[in-house]
């Protein structure tokens, strides 16, 4: 088996490499990137021969189209929308099998803030959506799309749960990458960047869409704050989430839903932060004049915070997820709650958000090698891993020591 890794050498990507280089299954694991001496450390602290650095140019379509066709499988961990779609487009014509973690829905892309997303000549934005998949049908291409921490494990939480449910009313997913308590006190928002901090400005900014009252309404980002307990797992802490753009393809996929939305999960404080820095401005993404200069306020305060929220030596973050839906199963009303907290592997010197997203990537991209993953087109986490694959999805995750719980009751 043979898997090609786009974004390789980030920390996401490396957390994919060092997953799938413990399977003995796995032969070789490409790591694409421009530099070589990143791809080269990469390849150092995974500490596999099985690691091949790939160093090149991904807007160079034929060598970047001949590459993929030498592996089974592929795994895309790039840190934005141009890249991303570039990628995948690729994959398709090559008739490659790819996994995404990109929480984009690339059969439904949303309009805002594109990042520079190329549109192919002739077709609009929502043309290009079911293009790809309309081409990855024709060329047999799985495109797992959306699989990691969230999108990924909500995902595919909430889907296994609906599908237990003879009527399924409403979803909402509660999911987020926070520093440990004892960290978020030493840094400002009471955050950590533990993965592209300007995409994540980014997706406090734009409109999304959630279902209320059975009906697609588009709302701000960064709304609707939740307070909620985390009373699982060993744990009991209070926390606060806000919806973000971070499950597209439910609303595509679950339209039956009466309530769905899906949240952020922060530290109290950390919303009220935002909020502030909103509505001075700062999150702003279009130019304004300082003294003769053209500056985007965003960008700016991005390179201002970001020395002030990078983890200290020693520093550890968490991930959360508190998941609920609620439905009829036999006559009865019930609630079914998933939970998550996982923790830093310190040992490995690798991050929760690197587990909690890189380690499912790795796990889908075998997946898909294998075959278990019969659907074709753009497939959303919902619908690929289910019944017997969810199982041992959950199993997989259980042997790395992520735990998600799951728990049934009445109301």
Known sequence: MKVLIFGGSGKIGTAVAWDLAQDKEVEAIGIVGRNRETLEQTKNWVGSEKVIPHVLDINRKEETMALMKKYDAGAIVLPDRKTSYKVVHYAVEAGLNIVDALEE???????????????????????????????????????????????????????????????????????????????????????MITWAFWHVLREYMIKLKVIKDGKVVEVNAATELERFRFNQLGRDEELECAVTPGMPSFIFTRPFLKEFAEKTVRWPGHWQGIYTLRECGLLDA??????????????????????????????????????????????????????????????????????????????????????????????????????????????????????????????
């Open 105 to 191: 829905f690339h059969r439904t892309p949303d309009p805002y803030e594109v990042e520079g997303l190329e549109i192919p000549e002739g077709l609009s934005l929502e043309e290009y959506g079911e293009w790809l998949h309309r081409r990855a049908l024709e060329n047999g291409v799985t495109f797992v799309d959306g699989m990691g921490f969230a999108p990924g494990l909500s995902n595919i939480t909430l889907g296994e749960g609906i599908r237990k449910l003879d009527v399924a009313e409403k979803a909402v997913a509660r999911v987020g990458g926070i520093p440990s308590k004892e960290a978020s006190l030493r840094h400002p928002l009471r955050y």
């Open 286 to 411: 279009e130019p304004v004049d300082f003294k003769g200069t053209k500056i985007v306020p965003r960008e700016f305060l991005s390179h201002i915070l970001t020395p002030h929220l990078l983890p200290n030596v020693g520093e550890t973050d968490v991930c959360v997820m508190y998941n609920s839906l609620e439905g009829i199963k036999n006559g009865q009303r019930v609630l079914i709650e998933y939970f998550m907290w996982d923790e830093a592997d310190t040992a490995n010197n690798i991050s929760s958000m690197m587990r909690a997203t890189g380690f499912p990537v790795a796990i889908t991209a075998r997946m898909i090698a294998k075959g278990e993953i019969t659907e074709k087109g753009i497939v959303a986490p919902e619908d690929g891993i289910k019944g017997d694959l969810y199982n041992k999805f959950i199993s997989e995750l259980e042997k790395r020591n992520i735990i998600i719980l799951e728990t049934w009751k009445e109301i």
